[in-house]
């Protein structure tokens, strides 16, 4: 990537710390980095360190003379081949949706040819006032792409979309875009689940696993990538959004089910979350209380629905391909092969979570992909984004759309 260049437009969000990372994860890939930052994004974030992480000069003024000499901001503007701007605040993107250009930041967003990348970051009730959402789609109209914001704890003490997404989803986003793949799976659409299920036992408790998403968000990243059109279905996990995807989030198995039912019609469906398959009979909506002598209550669990198994046998909408997991202890090509048959599922990835795998929770993952018509393939101890980007070569081939 050495011969690639961005420029970081950093307005004036409390987020803007996050840049400094970004900065650094884009030196590390040897993507060149021109920092541009606002007046009010100079309040909370050092130039200094910009200037430092970048290895370059930090733009602020739009009238210096000794710039406009060494480097024009015309020039500034062209020599990059994206743009990204992050955090974009609700101020940013109103000035970017309205063409105004009063500072060196806005001027450069005007009179630049390349891409445009921009990340909203602000408080909830900022991003879902008509004005920002009017703004907003009025820069993806112009061919501005938008990414995020995430939703979660805001440092106002808010809940809520309005977080910056994290570098690194940030950084996968710059990367795809400065180094396009193959896109095989463009035009298709993709369903995946991803998490655990959290299933409720009075309105403060929960039975839950220790599923953490990460593999189930790093196929959905590589369906992006590879060009699909990805409705990920996630129960409550820790980590960022990935890049490129439509994200549903849900609690409950029930709720998983029916938000896969409404993305549906899909051509492939990967059922990676970790469904609970039990959860209590009653929830009462009172909080169950610990009383002085009583016996401690007694769960009664009922089934619940088998996500995996409806879609496979979806009456009028099945996916052409439909992909499970099996997460098993011990036995595993025997479980995982009984499970694929049980479902009605095409391809059935199956994964050791013994204690002491560290699978669980962990980065990476030694799978076997059993897909019925040949030997099961052996992906021993690799990055879980890895297992992601195979799963989806062999999906692409799968479809006869070569290899992601
Ligand atoms: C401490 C602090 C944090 C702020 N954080 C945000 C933010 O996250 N998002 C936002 O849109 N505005 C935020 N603002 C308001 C912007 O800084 C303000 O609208 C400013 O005019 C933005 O200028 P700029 O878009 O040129 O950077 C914050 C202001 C302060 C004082």
Not at 111 to 126: E, G, I, Q, R
Not at 177 to 203: C, K, M, N
Not at 341 to 354: P, R
Not at 368 to 390: Q, S, Y
Request: glycine share 8%.
């Amino acid at each position: 990537m050495s011969d690639k260049r961005v420029l970081l437009i950093v307005a004036g969000g409390i987020a803007a710390y996050k840049c400094l990372e970004l900065v650094r994860r884009l030196r590390e890939r040897d993507v060149r980095v021109r920092c541009v930052v606002t007046r009010a994004a100079k309040e909370l974030v050092s130039p200094l360190a910009l200037a430092a992480l970048s290895g370059e000069k930090v733009h602020d003024a739009l009238f210096s003379l000794t710039e406009e000499a060494e480097m024009g901001h015309i020039r500034l503007a062209r020599e990059a081949d994206l743009v990204v701007v992050a955090p974009a605040t609700a101020d940013i993107l109103a000035k970017m949706a309205n063409g105004l250009a009063d500072d060196l930041a806005t001027t450069l967003l005007l009179a630049t040819d390349k891409p445009v990348l921009a990340a909203p970051a602000m408080n909830p009730v900022m991003w879902a006032h008509p004005a920002t959402q009017r703004n907003v789609a009025r820069l993806r109209e112009d061919g501005v792409e938008i990414l995020g914001p995430a939703e979660g704890d805001m440092a106002c003490g808010e809940h809520g979309p309005g977080r910056l997404v994290e570098p690194e989803a940030l950084l996968e986003a710059i990367l795809a875009r400065l180094e396009p793949g193959p896109r095989p799976l463009a035009g298709i659409r993709a369903l995946v689940t991803s998490g655990p299920t959290w299933e409720a036992i009075d309105p403060v408790r929960y039975i839950a696993n220790r599923s953490s998403g990460r593999q189930g968000h790093a196929i959905a990243a590589a369906l992006a990538r590879a060009g699909a059109e990805v409705v990920l279905v996630s129960g409550p996990v820790a980590i960022p959004d990935p890049p490129g995807v439509r994200i549903v989030r849900v609690e409950s198995a029930s709720e998983m089910l029916a938000a896969c039912e409404a993305a549906l019609p899909v051509e492939v469906a990967v059922c990676a979350a970790a469904v609970a398959d039990w959860r209590p009979e009653r929830v009462p909506s009172e909080k169950i209380k610990k009383e002085e002598g009583h016996a401690p209550p007694v769960l009664r669990l009922v089934e619940n629905p088998d996500i995996l198994a409806r879609l496979a046998r979806h009456p009028s909408a099945r996916p052409r391909l439909v992909v499970g997991f099996a997460a098993e202890t011990g036995e595993l090509e025997a479980k995982a092969r009984a499970k694929r048959a049980k479902k009605g599922c095409d391809w059935i990835l199956a994964n050791d979570v013994s204690p002491g795998t560290g699978v669980f929770g962990g980065a990476r993952n030694t799978v076997l992909l059993i897909t019925g018509e040949e030997p099961a393939r052996r992906w021993e101890d690799l990055p879980k984004e890895e297992v992601a980007r195979r799963l989806v070569a062999a999906i692409a081939t799968a479809l006869g759309r070569g290899s992601a």
